[in-house]
């Protein structure tokens, strides 16, 4: 980096700030625009985008429909790159204007959810699954808010300047490069010795695999090779592990706008949907 910069005494928001999410980011909340979500006919009504906080929660749905769970949801897309988060409806769920959200209708009142990791402790403790029980609980939620801490140095810092800033410079990079290694070195001594994040495969799993999981199996940033992420080979283990279930790679494809047409399922709003609905099926 040549150019100094000296910050002004009152920062002030340019629209036109470069970046590949500048066209759609802005320094206050609230709805931009007048805009419905729609809602289908099951219990969960989930509006989101695969994003790795998106595949956290739909990862625990297609996880509890395969246990045995009443959990079946509609999955509605929401296309963040072209602001439907600002939408009035949207922002009624989560006043944050992020995704995941949910609305859980199974009881007398509608419930908003927002945040993912407060989607997946609500799924979790209304099923009574994935969260286990005793001294493997605080271990579990030591986890699950040790990955909503750390993440979004792994996103906003790292995935930001290595993937999306509009320049490649050097000194965030290497800062959040720095901090993304620490973290999966803690993730791989941890996994040294222990088979899942806290006991049992957890809640805490899904939510961390959403991110380092798919950190080092090459699907984030195209920094794989970058982060030297074969040197984890615990953290490897792990992930190839979840990667490997089948209600894992089901819940990857929803709401999943990117990659092979065959996984991607823009839609999710019957388990038959993963068989016939998918991209490469009905075109678009």
């Known amino acids: 980096m040549t150019d100094t910069y000296t910050p002004p005494k009152v920062w002030t928001w340019e629209a036109d700030s470069g970046g590949t ?55 509605w897309l929401i296309r963040i790159n072209e602001g439907a988060q600002f939408g009035s409806g949207f922002v009624a769920v989560n006043p944050n ?38 001294r493997d609980r605080t271990e579990m939620m030591n986890w699950l808010f040790w990955q909503m801490g750390s993440a979004p140095y792994l996103g906003g810092g790292f995935g930001h300047f290595y993937a999306y800033a509009p320049e490649k410079w050097e000194y965030p990079i290497n800062r959040f490069a720095m901090e993304t290694k620490r973290q999966l070195d803690v993730l791989d001594r941890h996994l040294a010795e222990n088979e899942w994040m806290a006991g049992s495969y957890s809640i805490a799993d899904m939510a961390i695999w959403a991110w380092y999981g798919q950190l080092v199996l090459g699907r984030l940033y195209e920094a794989a090779e970058f982060l030297d992420v074969t040197s984890y080979t615990h ?13 894992v790679q089901r819940g990857r494809m929803v709401n999943r706008v990117s990659g092979e047409p065959s996984t991607q399922l823009h839609e999710r709003h019957a388990a038959s949907d993963f068989d016939t609905q998918t991209q490469d099926k009905i075109g678009g």
């Open 97 to 134: 204007s992020k995704i995941p959200a949910l609305m859980d209708r199974s009881g007398a009142e509608p419930l908003r959810v927002f945040e993912s990791a407060s989607i997946l402790l609500h799924l979790g403790e209304k099923f009574g699954a994935f969260i286990p029980e005793g």
């Open 235 to 247: 953290v490897m283990r792990w992930a190839k592990t979840i990667d490997a279930r089948p209600a």
């Open 21 to 75: 999410f500048a066209s759609i980011n802005r320094p206050i909340a609230g709805a931009t625009h007048d805009a419905e979500l729609p809602v289908g006919a099951h219990p969960f009504q989930l509006y989101s985008l695969a994003t790795p906080n998106g595949v956290k929660v739909t990862v625990l749905l297609e996880e509890l429909l395969a246990a045995g769970h009443d959990a079946e949801y509609d999955a």
